[in-house]
């Protein structure tokens, strides 16, 4: 199983247009490299490639992977996209992927439901091309392609909720993904707001781990006077502090964890930042946008 992260912020990307906190001015002066929104495509075979999330900057990102750009006509190796949730920097892509002449979306009821009737992303996308609506069903398996399965799970969260939803059940999931010929597992998990015992054990023991790295700090918004809400509000778990992602995942027995969804704010985006270096020493990693991953 290849992965390959097409783009590793959170919502806005780095820098973010509107920002001139510090880590926004130190990329802008080439301090630290430019992110894209959070996506990743995922194949069994380097030919059939899967989008986990369409973030608004997945033309940039298609264009800069030649394993997704098109054959002599318009065939591409494009097989499906599945979401996470609704959030617009999952899925605004989707009205980016309207020229194709049809559409293969794995989601879970919930968030098709947000998709139509919330944000109406999915029936503006219907009016351009057929969409195939699989059904995500979370804690059952789901084969995607030869060699290549995975099942979503539920991830409990209290962030608002933007489209009136009106349930929590499959409003966020994670994907734990499995290839079949050599076994190897990988969970990509870009919201969390808590590790419960349900996700620990969906974590336990994959051979990669991309984890919400959203915040370094619970409050660090509130700090820089951005925002009012604490990371966990958010959705988020922070990475630092004694319940943070950074003090509970070593005792997982994960192979590679790797952090993705990197708020504009999160020092973890410049290499020589103390919080970089607390993450290296404990053998953590923090993804960039092209980063390859073999499982």
Same mark, same amino acid.
């Given at each position: 199983?290849?992965?390959?992260?097409?783009?590793?912020?959170?919502?806005?990307?780095?820098?973010?247009?509107?920002?001139?906190?510090?880590?926004?001015?130190?990329?802008?002066?080439?301090?630290?490299?430019?992110?894209?929104?959070?996506?990743?495509?995922?194949?069994?075979?380097?030919?059939?490639?899967?989008?986990?999330?369409?973030?608004?900057?997945?033309?940039?990102?298609?264009?800069?992977?030649?394993?997704?750009?098109?054959?002599?006509?318009?065939?591409?190796?494009?097989?499906?996209?599945?979401?996470? !949730?609704? %959030?617009?920097?999952?899925?605004?892509?989707?009205?980016?992927?309207?020229?194709?002449?049809?559409?293969?979306?794995?989601?879970?009821?919930?968030?098709?439901?947000?998709?139509?009737?919330?944000?109406?992303?999915?029936?503006?996308?219907?009016?351009?091309?057929?969409? %195939?609506?699989?059904?995500?069903?979370?804690?059952? !398996?789901?084969?995607?392609?030869?060699?290549?399965?995975?099942?979503?799970?539920?991830?409990?969260?209290?962030?608002?909720?933007?489209?009136?939803?009106?349930?929590?059940?499959?409003?966020?999931?994670?994907?734990?993904?499995?290839?079949?010929?050599?076994?190897?597992?990988?969970?990509?998990?870009?919201?969390?707001?808590?590790?419960?015992?349900?996700?620990?054990?969906?974590?336990?023991?994959?051979?990669?781990?991309?984890?919400?790295?959203?915040?370094?700090?619970?409050?660090?918004?509130?700090?820089?006077?951005?925002?009012?809400?604490?990371?966990?509000?958010?959705?988020?778990?922070?990475? !630092?502090?004694?319940?943070?992602?950074?003090?509970?995942?070593?005792?997982?027995?994960?192979?590679?964890?790797?952090?993705?969804?990197?708020?504009?704010?999160?020092?973890?985006?410049?290499?020589?930042?103390?919080?970089?270096?607390?993450?290296?020493?404990?053998?953590?990693?923090?993804?960039?946008?092209?980063?390859?991953?073999?499982?």
């Amino acid at each position: 199983m290849l992965l390959r992260v097409l783009g590793s912020a959170a919502g806005g990307g780095s820098p973010q247009w509107n920002c001139g906190c510090p880590v926004c001015a130190a990329v802008r002066s080439r301090a630290g490299l430019a992110r894209t929104q959070s996506s990743v495509a995922i194949s069994a075979d380097s030919r059939r490639w899967f989008l986990i999330n369409a973030s608004p900057d997945l033309r940039t990102q298609i264009e800069a992977f030649p394993s997704l750009h098109p054959h002599d006509d318009r065939t591409t190796p494009l097989e499906a996209v599945l979401v996470t !949730d609704a %959030e617009l920097d999952h899925t605004l892509g989707l009205l980016l992927l309207r020229e194709a002449r049809a559409l293969r979306l794995y989601a879970t009821p919930t968030v098709r439901k947000t998709l139509s009737d919330g944000s109406g992303i999915l029936r503006t996308l219907e009016r351009y091309c057929p969409v %195939e609506w699989r059904a995500v069903d979370p804690g059952a !398996d789901l084969a995607l392609a030869d060699g290549l399965s995975c099942r979503a799970f539920d991830v409990p969260t209290t962030k608002r909720d933007r489209f009136g939803a009106g349930v929590d059940h499959g409003r966020v999931v994670g994907y734990r993904l499995t290839d079949e010929r050599s076994k190897g597992t990988l969970v990509y998990l870009p919201g969390a707001q808590s590790l419960t015992p349900a996700l620990r054990g969906e974590i336990e023991g994959c051979a990669c781990l991309l984890i919400d790295g959203t915040c370094w700090r619970d409050d660090e918004l509130i700090r820089l006077g951005l925002a009012g809400k604490t990371s966990r509000e958010m959705g988020h778990l922070p990475i !630092d502090g004694p319940d943070g992602s950074l003090a509970q995942l070593p005792s997982m027995g994960v192979g590679r964890t790797i952090y993705v969804h990197m708020n504009n704010t999160n020092p973890i985006l410049l290499e020589d930042a103390p919080e970089r270096h607390t993450l290296e020493e404990r053998g953590m990693e923090v993804a960039m946008d092209g980063l390859e991953i073999q499982v």
